[in-house]
Nanobody, 115 residues
Framework: QVQLVESGGGLVQPGGSLRLSCAAS????????MGWYRQAPGNQRELVAT???????KYADSVKGRFTISRDNAKNTVYLQMNSLKPEDTAVYYC?????????WGQGTQVTVSS
């Protein structure tokens, strides 16, 4: 098992930036992949970005070039840097950990992009 604690959400104007953080309760060496997903009202949860144990990253087409996923192994923390935010990025963002094909989720953090 793993506990995931997200932080960094909030209200930002269009074109602004936010950085989300997700602290894991265990070392990344025991986690297959970490990722960020989001869910807007009325929509299904969707993948935003993932980073594998080996460091390979994957992004949704809608965020490529604007969002960057990274990690700090010493802090067991994964980040999502979000730039050039758009109103359609508004959602609850969830941190995910894949451990032996079992998914674990954080509690979610709200990101609202609005003027």
């Amino acid at each position: 098992q793993v506990q995931l604690v997200e932080s960094g959400g909030g209200l930002v104007q269009p074109g602004g930036s936010l950085r989300l953080s997700c602290a894991a309760s265990r070392s990344f060496s025991s986690i297959n992949a970490m990722g960020w997903y989001r869910q807007a009202p009325g929509n299904q949860r969707e993948l935003v970005a993932t980073i594998s144990r080996g460091g390979n990253t994957k992004y949704a087409d809608s965020v490529k070039g604007r969002f960057t996923i990274s990690r700090d192994n010493a802090k067991n923390t994964v980040y999502l840097q979000m730039n050039s935010l758009k109103p359609e990025d508004t959602a609850v963002y969830y941190c995910n950990a894949d451990i032996r094909n079992i998914n674990y989720w954080g509690q979610g953090t709200q990101v609202t992009v609005s003027s």
